[in-house]
């Protein structure tokens, strides 16, 4: 597993990004969309989940490295065969103590690096599309992109030498607009935009197409029912 040390990269243009996804432990993570899925799908849903966001962001040409913030000893595995960096959740404080952590850990090697926060239930994301973003991203001291609902932030971002300033949850969307962040409104954006928490989301996300991680266990599943 590769570890803070260690990083595996694309091709590095000028310009490129470091992204910080975050994963809770696959035990915990989820827990709404095991209503419509079941307990035990729940967590290898949940990884197949982060496994198709890291692989799509890899994948991407204005990406440089991926730094998945985890504890969870089986993500870590799966998602540093995939070439992500792993470190783990020092903080242990929640969600944007882990990304603010993990756009530290990526400056402490790169301190001029580009750094973004990406969800890690992106299952239909588009590398094409990423690239978008980041593109009219690169523009802005700080930008972000709202999820499909139009109220969570599925990105954020932060250029060389500006905080990252994560607050997800919620309603972050009106967070991060209210703290100076410019939002990135673009079109045919779906599938950065398409985050997965419930029954509903995964139907949504399996009409843009579906990675193939998720793919595999979707199609084992029952039909999800509505919830």
């Given at each position: 597993?590769?570890?803070?040390g ?53 994948s991407?040409?204005l990406?440089?490295?991926?730094v ?10 799966a998602?540093?065969?995939l ?6 959740d020092?903080p242990a404080?929640?969600l944007n103590?882990a ?23 992106l299952?239909?994301?588009r ?12 523009a802005?001291?700080r ?6 609902a139009?109220?969570?932030t ?6 060389p030498?500006v905080?990252?300033r ?19 409104d673009?079109?045919?954006?779906g599938s950065?935009?398409r ?19 998720t793919?595999?266990l979707?199609?084992s599943?029952?039909?999800?029912p509505?919830r």
């Amino acid at each position: 597993m590769r570890m803070e040390g260690e990083i595996a990269t694309n091709t590095d243009p000028a310009g490129a990004w470091s992204l910080v996804v975050p994963l809770k432990p696959l035990a915990r993570a989820k827990s709404r969309l095991g209503l419509a899925v079941g307990e035990r799908s729940r967590p290898g849903l949940a990884l197949a989940f982060a496994q198709d966001t890291v692989a799509a962001a890899l994948s991407c040409a204005l990406v440089r490295d991926v730094v998945v913030v985890t504890d969870d000893a089986v993500a870590g595995a799966a998602l540093s065969a995939l070439g992500a960096r792993i470190v783990p959740d020092a903080p242990a404080a929640g969600l944007n103590a882990a990304l603010a952590y993990g756009a530290a850990m990526v400056r402490a090697l790169r301190p001029g690096a580009r750094a973004a926060a990406l969800n890690a239930d992106l299952p239909a994301l588009r590398a094409e599309e990423l690239a978008r973003v980041l593109d009219c991203a690169s523009a802005f001291p700080r930008a972000f992109l709202r999820d499909a609902a139009g109220i969570g932030t599925t990105f954020l971002s932060a250029a060389p030498g500006v905080e990252l300033r994560p607050a997800f949850g919620g309603p972050s969307g009106a967070r991060h607009l209210a703290s100076g962040a410019v939002e990135i409104d673009l079109p045919a954006l779906g599938s950065v935009r398409r985050d997965v928490d419930t029954g509903e989301d995964l139907r949504a996300a399996r009409a843009l197409g579906l990675g193939p991680h998720t793919a595999r266990l979707a199609a084992s599943l029952s039909p999800v029912p509505d919830r």
